[in-house]
């Protein structure tokens, strides 16, 4: 394709309030463009790339035995208020309605439509299982949009769901989708993680490895264990202080407020602090308490103790509970009724360091069991670098990345609602056992822009690049470079190889830094040479550059695409 036939705006200066680094390169070299908030219009070199994404996908996915269909996006109420989601979805389904006053939805997701599709036709468990999947455009009204085509209104989608008559048939595809999703991503050259996301219900994300990304991650340094930071769990094994229990005093603490101020206006360490905070738990005040180290998972508390809402104390409320401010709260001598709950953790701590529950004091030496009674001690706290990986090998470290991919088992949650039904094996009407598993098509884009960049500008794998080969003719007035130029161009295409040929009118200079944003895998420079029938072929990914003859061209071409 000839680049003066084309459309790639590139792009100077980095553009108002782009801040990821994806988010910059795709805009200033020309693959995207913002049309309105969160809504993005693909480009040239945005859609090729998109096309091989799509195509490892399909591929992987009818290896699996996996259909592909396209539902619609324009959504009917009735479905929805069926399954008893239209008001209870959120904010963030868009409504619309047609010129009838008829009611509509944009489309965030697919459960309602494709248990409508399946429950007419699909009646015997021996048309199970079934595995269904589909490449869409999806909208959701985010609350704030931002950072790109990474939390965006509008954004392509690959979701798939399966169908059982089983939970072990479940249990099989499950494992198999995991596969397929590693192998995808393998293919893709990603960096990524699968971690767990919720153990209730068997959801696991796959994240891309960024130090941007806003999911948080721990992971084992040794073996294959990774969890979001919110479900990671602690085991730890701690033994009981053999620390000779001191006298309880109470010192004057006047305007130390956080668990840093005490430790330093004390000269205490921060894990002989016990932090203590006060919970409106399903309606009732409840202590919770960890070491000064360490922070309250409110998720791992809600989980634990099975409640439905989990909300900290306002000033107001530990004023009414406890007489005192929120700074000089403690467990020691609460009011009747206020239990506590420990982390695991403060079964090791002795002569310990906790509000008084009277502003400005705190009470030194004091000691869980003996100065106050403790409910029960729980997994409550977030897990730290350095903690013993939950499956005893290795440590846990932290990293940050995207969230690019998520599977979980629905179980029945959704066919009951919709009368999902077949016959079962012997007869008996039974509901759909579902999975559904998700992969953002257009996140996937961002994140491989995201790993594969320098400050020049993109590098894409040669495999996902919207081109193999960037030729560059730096003086088209030069007869001898143009004809060259087109005589290489003429051949690499009748090879089959996707060239993008800068016959542009632009100084040398614009053209080397036009094909550093857009970061093909290979640039051929027809120059000063061109009379010798040499040309400088530069590879992006490690810069190295070389001269060849042009009657070598072919020859080493292919040497550098054959090989992974």
Not at 164 to 182: G, N, P, R, V
Request: charged share 30%; aromatic share 8%; glycine share 6%.
């Amino acid at each position: 394709m000839k680049q003066s036939k084309t459309f790639i705006p590139t792009m100077r200066q980095t553009p108002a309030g782009a801040e990821l680094r994806s988010h910059q390169l795709l805009l200033r070299a020309g693959c995207i463009r913002q049309t309105d908030c969160g809504v993005y219009t693909y480009l040239t070199l945005a859609q090729r790339v998109l096309r091989k994404i799509e195509d490892i996908v399909r591929q992987e996915m009818e290896a699996v035995e996996g259909i592909e269909i396209s539902m619609p996006t324009l959504q009917g109420s009735d479905v929805w208020k069926e399954m008893g989601r239209w008001d209870s979805y959120g904010k963030e389904l868009f409504h619309l309605q047609d010129r009838h006053v008829n009611e509509f939805a944009l489309s965030p997701t697919d459960e309602e439509q494709i248990l409508s599709l399946l429950r007419d036709d699909v009646c015997s468990y021996k048309r199970l299982p079934l595995t269904l999947y589909q490449m869409k455009t999806k909208f959701r009204d985010v609350d704030r949009p931002r950072n790109g085509l990474l939390y965006s209104r509008e954004f392509i989608m690959n979701d798939v769901y399966s169908f059982h008559a089983t939970e072990e048939s479940l249990d099989e595809k499950y494992e198999e989708i995991i596969q397929t999703f590693t192998n995808i991503l393998t293919r893709l050259g990603m960096q990524f993680r699968m971690v767990m996301a919720d153990r209730e219900t068997e959801t696991h994300e796959f994240i891309a490895l960024s130090t941007v990304g806003e999911e948080k991650i721990a992971y084992s340094d040794s073996s294959s264990y990774a969890a979001t930071i919110d479900l990671a769990e602690v085991k730890m094994k701690y033994e009981i202080s053999d620390e000779k229990l001191q006298k309880t005093t109470k010192v004057a603490t006047p305007n130390q407020r956080t668990v840093e101020d005490i430790a330093s206006f004390l000269a205490v360490e921060r894990e002989k602090i016990i932090k203590s905070l006060l919970y409106t738990i399903d309606g009732e005040s409840v202590m919770v308490i960890c070491c000064g180290n360490h922070r309250i998972n409110e998720k791992k508390l809600q989980r634990a103790l099975n409640a439905n809402r989990v909300e900290l104390a306002s000033e107001q409320q530990v004023e009414e509970v406890l007489g005192c401010h929120v700074g000089s709260v403690g467990p020691v001598k609460l009011p009747v009724g206020v239990k506590v709950y420990a982390d695991h953790a403060i079964i090791a701590v002795a002569n310990c360091v906790t509000g008084a529950n009277e502003d400005d004091f705190h009470l030194l030496n004091v000691n869980p069991e003996r100065d106050f009674a403790i409910d029960d001690y729980l997994d409550i706290r977030y897990v730290q670098e350095g903690d013993a990986s939950p499956d005893g090998i290795g440590t846990i470290q932290f990293t940050q990345g995207i969230g690019i991919g998520k599977i979980s088992k629905q179980g029945t949650q959704y066919s009951k609602r919709m009368k999902g039904m077949f016959l079962n094996d012997r007869g008996r009407t039974m509901p759909f056992i579902m999975g559904r598993y998700e992969l953002s098509i257009s996140r996937l884009l961002a994140a491989i822009a995201e790993q594969y960049n320098d400050e020049k500008g993109l590098k894409w794998p040669k495999h996902l690049a919207p081109f193999d080969i960037h030729l560059v003719a730096v003086n088209l007035k030069d007869d001898v470079q143009k004809k060259l130029a087109d005589e290489l161009y003429a051949v690499l295409e009748s090879y089959r190889y996707d060239v993008l040929y800068d016959d542009r009118a632009e100084r040398a200079g614009v053209k080397f830094a036009d094909s550093d944003l857009i970061g093909l895998p290979v640039r051929i420079t027809v120059g000063k040479r061109a009379e010798e029938g040499i040309v400088e072929v530069t590879f992006r990914h490690n810069e190295d550059a070389m001269d060849w003859q042009k009657e070598e061209v072919l020859e080493k071409l292919q040497s550098f695409f054959s090989a992974e």
